[in-house]
């Protein structure tokens, strides 16, 4: 093999091993979300009643944050009479576990069409912000839901221990400082006491750092391919 030969395979190999590193470093996951089914048993005006419905939880980036949105595949508990447009109002908590503690308030807007008597409550999507006090794996969990209508208010609390709906992987701003723990009032859920970092916004996690040591990587060893090419020139023309 010619030695011009094995510079340029050198600087394809090079090429080639560079975008592959970005490729499988960016694609790592940092979310894992499972849908999980919620036995709710809910003490209401007239008497307890019991529904299962599969919880679902996903996240996108927010800010500083991460907005935690719930969903309902199946509707739960019910109501005697008609509940007109916008007189249901549901609300509820996510429990947190793994890196973090305590809850996450979570809210949704009224029904937007009338809910017949006697017929199970569709419960819209309820989101609320999340912002990692502390660096690592945190689940979130179902936990009570609120409904309230026509001035009156009906608890529904998860009866089989159901396991995370959604486990992320987050990096908090700071080094991770600062406590944990407790139910905080508000939409922003555990964000209230967010920790100070100079207004930079926190590290999402593994993906980020994994995007920028594929990038790294890959500058690095494009600049070698580049570097190899330019060594192959320079001698065909020295010749």
Do not use: H
Not at 158 to 175: F, I, M, R
């Amino acid at each position: 093999m010619s030695y011009r030969t094995y510079q340029k395979r050198t600087a394809a190999f090079a090429l080639s091993a560079a975008l592959a590193s970005s490729a499988v470093l960016m694609a790592a996951p940092t979310a894992q979300a499972t849908v999980q089914n919620v036995n709710y048993q809910c003490k209401t005006p007239i008497g307890n009643k019991g529904a299962v419905s599969p919880i679902d939880m996903k996240s996108v980036k927010s800010g500083s944050g991460y907005k935690i949105t719930m969903s309902f595949q199946k509707g739960v508990s019910s109501s005697p009479v008609e509940l007109g447009k916008g007189a249901m109002n549901p609300s509820a908590v996510i429990k947190l576990g793994g890196a973090d503690s305590g809850s996450l308030p979570v809210t949704g807007p009224p029904n937007s069409a009338a809910i017949p008597a006697n017929s199970p409550i569709k419960i819209s999507d309820l989101s609320g912000t999340y912002t990692p006090k502390k660096s690592g794996k945190v689940s979130f969990t179902a936990g009570v839901l609120t409904i309230k209508a026509l001035g009156t208010t009906t608890t529904c609390t998860p009866s089989n221990n159901p396991k995370p709906s959604l486990e992320l992987d987050v990096k908090a701003a700071g080094g991770g400082g600062g406590s944990t723990g407790g139910s905080t009032g508000g939409s922003s859920g555990s964000s209230q006491s967010a920790p100070s970092g100079g207004g930079e916004l926190p590290q999402t996690g593994p993906e980020d750092s994994a995007i920028a040591l594929g990038t790294l990587g890959g500058t690095v060893l494009l600049a070698g391919a580049a570097g190899a090419l330019w060594l192959t020139r320079r001698n065909q023309s020295a010749r």
